[in-house]
T-cell receptor, first 115, second 110 residues
Framework: EAEVAQSPRYKITEKSQAVAFWCDPI?????LYWYRQILGQGPELLVQ????????DSQLPKDRFSAERLKGVDSTLKIQPAELGDSAMYLC?????????????FGPGTRLLVL | KNEVEQSPQNLTAQEGEFITINCSYS?????LHWLQQHPGGGIVSLFM???GKKKHGRLIATINIQEKHSSLHITASHPRDSAVYIC????????????FGTGTRLQVFP
């Protein structure tokens, strides 16, 4: 069964360092989402791509976060510089077309700890 | 106040018990999703429903549109059901965006 892949699974970094997370969605899925989930809370959408284009990054802290999906397939989320408050689980999800509330398929997540 | 609220926040049960998790929402929705998140972090979609009731194995999800309320039931609970259960709503105009509840942490003991 096709899955969303993410790496690394865990990342420990010091504040002010740069970190990057990678996501490979299910093959053929046009829509890709990056979420941040703080412990004890539900996921919060950071950025949504439709193919290679950003369709929603209204909640992305653009002073330190960036995301790209250059070829409309895999995606990278970067934080520079990392801050203590960025410690969270970063989840990637994909869906076929992003329409009509269809199912999003989630990856295993990257758990980030900023020291 | 969150647009999607769940109760209880934490739930413990003995194996075999019938479990109910509740979700209330304050916005108009096109669909209500139930998701399961295991300790490792990965999230699995359990149900997407816009009316009535759906059943899959020991899991049953119901929704009452008029009361803006949904429930997830687990019959004959098992320790492997231990996880965080999250409900999420998709809105009519932004059907691809999910508004998440904070989750219900379920622990089922043998």
């Amino acid at each position: 069964e096709a899955e969303v892949a993410q790496s690394p699974r865990y990342k420990i970094t010091e504040k002010s360092q740069a970190v990057a997370f990678w996501c490979d969605p299910i093959s053929g899925h046009a829509t890709l989402y990056w979420y941040r989930q703080i412990l004890g809370q539900g996921p919060e959408l950071l950025v949504q791509f439709q193919d290679e284009s950003v369709v929603d990054d209204s909640q992305l802290p653009k002073d330190r976060f960036s995301a790209e999906r250059l070829k409309g397939v895999d995606s990278t989320l970067k934080i520079q510089p990392a801050e203590l408050g960025d410690s969270a689980m970063y989840l990637c999800a994909s869906s076929s077309s992003g329409s009509k509330g269809e199912t999003q398929y989630f990856g295993p997540g990257t758990r980030l700890l900023v020291l | 106040k969150n647009e999607v609220e769940q109760s209880p926040q934490n739930l413990t049960a003995q194996e075999g018990e019938f479990i109910t998790i509740n979700c209330s929402y304050s916005v108009g929705i096109s669909a209500l999703h139930w998701l399961q998140q295991h300790p490792g972090g990965g999230i699995v979609s359990l149900f997407m429903l816009s009316s009535g009731k759906k059943k899959h194995g020991r899991l049953i999800a119901t929704i009452n549109i008029q009361e803006k309320h949904s429930s997830l039931h687990i019959t004959a609970s098992h320790p492997r059901d231990s996880a965080v259960y999250i409900c999420a709503a998709s809105r009519p105009r932004d059907t691809d965006k999910l508004i998440f509840g904070t989750g219900t942490r379920l622990q089922v003991f043998p």
